[in-house]
């Protein structure tokens, strides 16, 4: 864990905030790559992941910025009215799960309303490093996205394309109509825009190994109850029971097994534990279709069984 300081706090659009955070002693903070996120630990179990903004040639602060959710599950509600400039936090190093893929000529970034966060990010990289992209970011109105000015005033601003929906939406099917071997595309956003993006890749033939995604929030599936099944734990052999309305991760901590975890909403990854045995079903945003094929690791923070029994590697 390191203990940072909220150096600035200032709003960034409608309903976005952005947060300076630096050591109090002025010391470098761990480095990061372009797509990172860090945990924000706001007290209790309450924890959110907030993608890194800034250059990754900064080591002195980070910077992440925050929608204010009307239907705040806590995270957001918090960060926008109780954490303000002088406040010290609690937060996780820089963790990877969206990164820029090595060999690509040609990146197609799109970002829809906060999910700019990353992608602003890797904009920069990609531009110091002289890497050829297009940036697509996509809102409803001017007011409501964040980082327009940056972007309008940066060194690749001819590279961005503003598509908001009262002025020029974005035309995804052109823009996506010809996929290139050595194209790669990162989406990051809400789940619908996502999805959206995602697919007219798909029927446009792109695949799947050139499509990145990192998801904010889970789909509704993901936090809807199931069936009843049971759990087994391989180095115990303890059998446990999962009801309709309970999550893994509930049952392992009533039986004091404590298994690491972050968004609860299989967005981070956090929480994933090998399965054994039995069949999950998965209900996560974090697995690509191939690693779920696979079915030997789920997200015991939302996903569930399709066969009567898991058998879990605790």
């Known amino acids: 864990m390191i203990e940072v300081i909220v150096g600035r706090k200032q709003t960034e659009a409608e309903g976005i905030c952005s947060f300076e955070l630096s050591r109090e002693d002025s010391q470098p903070l761990p480095a990061f790559s372009a797509g990172s996120h860090i945990d924000v630990h706001l007290g209790g179990k309450l924890i959110r992941q907030y993608s890194l903004c800034n250059s990754v040639k900064e080591t002195h602060r980070y910077q992440i910025a925050v929608l204010k959710e009307p239907a705040s599950r806590g995270g957001s509600m918090h960060m926008h009215d109780v954490i303000q400039e002088g406040h010290r936090l609690q937060i996780s190093e820089p963790r990877n799960l969206f990164q820029l893929e090595a060999s690509a000529q040609h990146?197609?970034?799109?970002?829809?309303?906060?999910?700019?966060?990353?992608?602003?990010?890797?904009?920069?990289?990609?531009?110091?490093?002289?890497?050829?992209?297009?940036?697509?970011?996509?809102?409803?109105?001017?007011?409501?996205?964040?980082?327009?000015?940056?972007?309008?005033?940066?060194?690749?601003?001819?590279?961005?394309?503003l598509c908001f929906d009262d002025e020029q939406p974005l035309d995804a099917k052109a823009v996506l109509a010809n996929p290139q071997p050595g194209t790669h595309l990162y989406v990051c956003g809400p789940s619908g825009y996502m999805d959206f993006i995602l697919n007219t890749a798909r029927e446009a033939g792109w695949p799947e190994e050139q499509l990145h995604r990192e998801y904010f929030s889970a789909s509704e599936e993901a936090l809807a109850p199931g069936d009843a099944f049971e759990i087994e734990i391989a180095s115990s052999g303890e059998v446990l029971r999962v009801e309709a309305d309970q999550t893994v991760i509930d049952v392992l901590y009533d039986a004091g097994i404590e298994v690491p975890v972050s968004c609860e909403q299989g967005v981070c990854g956090t929480c994933v534990t090998r399965v054994l045995g039995g069949i999950p079903e998965h209900r996560d945003s974090f697995f690509t279709e191939a690693q779920r094929a696979l079915n030997d690791q789920f997200t015991p923070c939302c996903s569930r069984a399709k066969t009567p029994r898991l058998v879990l590697n605790l």
């Open 107 to 161: 990146s197609l970034l799109f970002a829809g309303g906060i999910g700019i966060t990353p992608i602003l990010c890797m904009a920069e990289r990609l531009s110091h490093a002289a890497s050829p992209f297009d940036l697509f970011y996509s809102g409803r109105t001017r007011s409501r996205a964040a980082f327009v000015e940056r972007l309008q005033s940066s060194e690749f601003s001819d590279q961005v394309t």
